[in-house]
RNA sequence: GCGCCCGUAGCUCAGCGGAUCAGAGUAUUGGCCUCCGAAGCCAAGGGUCGUGGGUUCGAAUCCCGCCGGGCGCGCCA
């Protein structure tokens, strides 16, 4: 299973859920290559402060409150999202005054907007878990229950505390605050223990580093509960936080979300093959600035187009040619003895080791890299030699090599959720 | 202050289970379309791999200190 996104239903999806989502998908895409079924999984924290603090700024806006008024909500969300929202609320019927209507309308109303907006960005997942569920079918109770017959935890100031610095951490940490109810501690757990039953013995956690804290604690919390779940258990992908620039200056401000860059923004901007390829092509660890104004570059300068310029370049090639490709396969190589065609040939015999090393690694980026490299010598041989030339076993022989180009290339944007246009 | 991550050509970044690893793209400069798409190709200049030690026959790659940047240090998620 790979869970990742996993937005709070607060507010749009920001560039740092893009970068999530494109890493997430392109690691499912990856361990499936490899053979293995994936479930992509999105766990909703529609739980806990958060989700007040969204019911309550969308009932000021409803009320006819501004995010600069006096009563305004001292955590409230300022986004323009939000008054939105409160609009359509009223429009439909909502009280104003109704704080459970109004948190059951928005909750709803940002779910199915993240949706759209992933769906524009070509990533779907089968498995949707609400944070609430774990309460109402009684989970979170159990898990706490299971803690305190485990013998880790002790009381203090009020508090229930679990012994986490047991298991690495670098302090205990609270499970059930002093007013009786829980910190999002429990919850996590209690998710994490229902991947294990369900028998998803191979979790990856996408996160952004901003939530690292967690995963010392989640493990604890796993492995205190004495279950047999392994210490290591579940993988994480960390990212870096994203910085997007234009014209040589930081963007800060969406229009909509008030705070941040939304991936609405981003696809706007740029495309999504664009938006996927970027995010994409970097180390998860590493930080990353989104320069809008390559990624939007129709040119020479733009990576995205470089291979999806390749694959389009195939394509017309075969189509000129008008046989079918399927015809190629044993089509006789032995007048491929050009360098060029050496190092094509050798470059495409690595593709399946750099899909495994990428699986095994986690790292996407390594693809990206990868088709950049495959891509450039498909070009430099395109530019030296002619593909359709009189001599037919030449030129058999040279059409199955940009078949095989064509392939790889299709398989790796494939994986990457970019698509490979047959002309452009 | 403590913890985690990062610091490689002007810029954006690969390489980091040690020994053609000093790279790619971009930017700059100079070439290539009567011929399969020039969103392309060819060539040149550009870095003591943050810094100081250590381990090693050999380190951008491993260890330690320091400097710089990011993130986290809540009975928030």
Not at 2 to 23: D, I, Y
Request: net charge negative.
């Amino acid at each position: 299973m790979v869970e990742f996104v996993s937005a709070n239903p607060t507010g749009p999806l920001h560039v740092g859920h893009g970068r999530q989502a494109a890493l997430g998908d392109a690691i499912a895409a990856l361990l499936e290559a490899q053979g293995h079924t994936v479930t992509r999984e999105f766990y909703y924290n529609d739980a806990g402060a958060q989700i007040h603090n969204l019911a309550l700024s969308v009932r000021a806006r409803a009320q006819g409150l501004k995010p600069e008024d006096a009563g305004w909500p001292a955590d409230g969300y300022r986004g323009e999202y939000i008054e939105e929202i409160a609009r359509d609320f009223t429009a439909g019927g909502g009280k104003a005054a109704d704080l459970e209507a109004a948190r059951r309308f928005a909750v709803a109303a940002l779910r199915k907007e993240q949706d759209a907006d992933l769906q524009a960005f070509g990533v779907k997942f089968d498995v949707y878990t609400l944070e609430s569920s774990l309460y109402t079918d009684g989970r979170v109770d159990k898990v706490v229950k299971a803690l305190v017959a485990s013998g880790k935890t002790y009381e203090q100031e009020g508090a229930l505390w679990l012994r986490t610095t047991d298991y690495g951490d670098d302090k205990d940490r609270v499970v059930r605050k002093s007013d009786g109810s829980y910190t999002y501690f429990v919850p996590d757990v209690a998710y994490h223990v229902t991947k294990w039953e369900r028998g998803f013995r191979k979790v990856v956690n996408v996160q952004g580093t901003d939530h690292h804290s967690t995963v010392t604690r989640v493990r604890a919390g796993l492995q205190a509960l004495g279950l047999g779940i392994p210490a290591g258990y579940p993988d994480y992908v960390l990212h870096s936080l994203v910085k997007v620039v234009r014209g040589g200056e930081e963007v800060k401000i969406s229009k909509r979300a008030g705070s941040y860059v939304t991936v609405r923004d981003l696809v706007e901007w740029v495309g999504r093959d664009a938006v996927r390829f970027f995010l994409v092509s970097r180390r998860a660890d590493a930080d990353f600035v989104f320069d809008v104004d390559l990624a939007r570059a129709q040119t020479d300068e733009n990576p995205v187009y470089y291979v999806q310029y390749a694959h389009a370049r195939v394509c017309s090639v075969l189509r000129q040619w008008g046989g079918e490709a399927s015809s190629l396969g044993d089509a006789p190589l032995e007048s491929l003895a050009g360098e060029r065609e050496a190092a094509l040939m050798q470059r495409l015999a690595e593709f399946p080791e750099t899909l495994a090393a990428a699986a095994r690694e986690l790292a996407p980026h390594s693809v990206a890299f990868y088709l950049r490299e495959l891509a450039g010598e498909f070009h430099s041989y395109y530019n030296a030699e002619r593909i359709l030339v009189e001599d037919q076993a030449t030129r058999t022989a040279r059409l199955a090599l940009c078949a095989a180009v064509r392939q790889v290339l299709a398989n790796g944007l494939a994986l990457l959720g970019v698509r490979a246009p047959e002309r452009m």
